[in-house]
């Protein structure tokens, strides 16, 4: 965009100032060049992250509360592990799916939450604003849809022969 607004300017300045036309010559290339080429590939740091860890989904993970501090996260979830990532990628909590026991949405003062549980471990992400309950249910059916089922498997009956 740079090179296209450059080369413009070198078409049209050069010969209402100064009468030179081998600046806009030149200005011409420096456009026509700016059109041919392709755009900058446009990739998400997200998305790179995501494939790095195995993730097949990013939801927002609202703020991670840990004792006295609150941090903006987003999280990975991938089929044996759940990241809640920081801004910079820097790694706050990792949860292990197959031990994960309870996720769950709830309003709580107004707010909307998402508590989750895990072996003898758990964590609250908080959601505020319009789309709280949303973002809040959102992160809650993702993370529900990797979890293993507790429920035990019924035994096979066998078919009563005539």
Do not use: C, N
Request: aromatic share 12%; charged share 15%.
């Amino acid at each position: 965009m740079v090179l296209g607004v450059f080369g413009a300017a070198l078409v049209v300045l050069p010969i209402g100032f100064f009468g030179s036309y081998f600046l806009a010559l030149a200005g011409l290339a420096a456009f026509i060049v700016a059109i041919l080429l392709p755009p900058p590939k446009a990739t998400s740091g997200i998305d790179d992250k995501a494939r790095e860890l195995g993730a097949f989904k990013v939801v927002d993970g609202g703020t991670f509360q840990s004792g006295t501090f609150a941090v903006p996260v987003q999280l990975f979830v991938g089929s044996q592990k759940l990241w809640a990532l920081e801004a910079d990628f820097h790694p706050l909590l990792v949860i292990p799916v197959p031990e994960l026991i309870f996720a769950r949405a709830e309003e709580v003062d107004g707010r909307w939450i998402l508590r989750l549980r895990w072996a003898d471990r758990s964590a609250i992400f908080s959601y505020s604003g319009v789309f709280g309950e949303h973002l809040a249910r959102a992160a809650e059916s993702t993370v529900q849809s990797v979890m293993h089922s507790a429920e035990p498997a019924l035994p096979r009956r066998r078919a009563a022969s005539a």
